[in-house]
């Protein structure tokens, strides 16, 4: 992943098949660790909940955003997306797109132009099949597309039975982020103050995020 060439602006998906499965939560704390990592980045709103917009407007108020990582953020309309990449293509290193719901009628639509000009999809889940067997079709479409696409086990509680029953029926379709995030206090209030994990300095979930950005770093490298 080169940097300080806006032409190569590398584009990351953050998709899910309903609210509540974390990839707002993941998007926001990509982009800080990025940003702390030197680049350049923005993260677009294409969900029409706007909740990554609300966690940006939360951190301008954040009393420490003078000492904070440059992040840009963004609400943008989905039918609007080709003029957005052009113009992140411009101007960024890191653009996280953090997508509608993958059920949304309106997504479908633009979906088979949107996903092949993504360099990377993140699929996060909580390791219930409830919530990752609606997405498992999408998986299986992204991979016979030839699209790099990982799952990224969230809000995961350690040694339940479902836990281990996921990673094995999720490994079937696709490869899995080795770094999972487990569910703690401090992701969620983080990015209700518009802050994330990485800037909490000795949070227990800091080398979770690390490694979550790490691997994604290197999924983008390849």
């Known amino acids: 992943m080169?940097?300080?060439?806006?032409?190569?602006?590398?584009?990351?998906?953050?998709?899910?098949?309903?609210?509540?499965?974390?990839k707002t939560t993941v998007a926001s704390n990509l982009l800080v660790s990025a940003a702390q990592d030197g680049f350049k980045v923005i993260g677009v709103d294409f969900d029409g909940q706007k909740s990554l917009t609300?966690?940006?407007?939360?951190?301008?108020?954040?009393?420490?955003?003078?000492?904070?990582?440059?992040?840009?953020?963004?609400?943008?309309?989905?039918?609007?997306?080709?003029?957005?990449?052009?113009?992140t293509e411009r101007d960024y290193e890191l653009a996280v797109f953090d997508m509608p719901p993958g059920i949304d009628p309106n997504l479908q639509a633009v979906l088979a132009s949107l996903v092949p000009r993504?360099?990377?999809?993140?699929?996060?889940?909580?390791?219930?099949?409830?919530?990752?067997?609606?997405v498992i079709d999408f998986m299986g479409q992204f991979r016979k597309s030839g699209l790099k696409s990982i799952w990224l086990l969230n809000k995961v509680v350690k040694n339940r039975?479902?836990?281990?029953?996921?990673?094995?029926?999720l490994a079937e379709y696709g490869p899995l982020c080795p770094v999972e995030i487990t569910m703690r206090d401090e992701v969620w209030r983080a990015f209700?103050?518009?802050?994330?994990?990485?800037?909490?300095?000795?949070?227990?979930?800091?080398?979770?995020?690390?490694?979550?950005?790490?691997?994604?770093?290197?999924?983008?490298?390849?």
Not at 118 to 129: A, G, K, Q, S, V
Not at 162 to 169: I, K, N, T, V
Not at 193 to 198: K, L, N, P, Y
């Open 161 to 169: 039975t479902s836990l281990r029953e996921a990673r094995a029926e």
């Open 192 to 222: 209700d103050a518009g802050s994330a994990v990485a800037e909490l300095g000795d949070a227990a979930g800091l080398a979770e995020i690390n490694g979550v950005w790490k691997f994604t770093r290197g999924c983008l490298s390849c």
């Open 54 to 87: 609300t966690w940006f407007e939360a951190r301008a108020q954040h009393p420490s955003m003078a000492d904070m990582a440059q992040v840009d953020v963004g609400p943008a309309p989905l039918d609007e997306w080709e003029a957005v990449l052009d113009q």
């Open 2 to 22: 080169q940097k300080g060439n806006a032409r190569t602006c590398k584009r990351v998906m953050l998709f899910a098949s309903k609210g509540g499965m974390g």
């Open 118 to 134: 993504m360099d990377l999809i993140i699929i996060p889940t909580p390791p219930e099949r409830p919530s990752y067997g609606k």
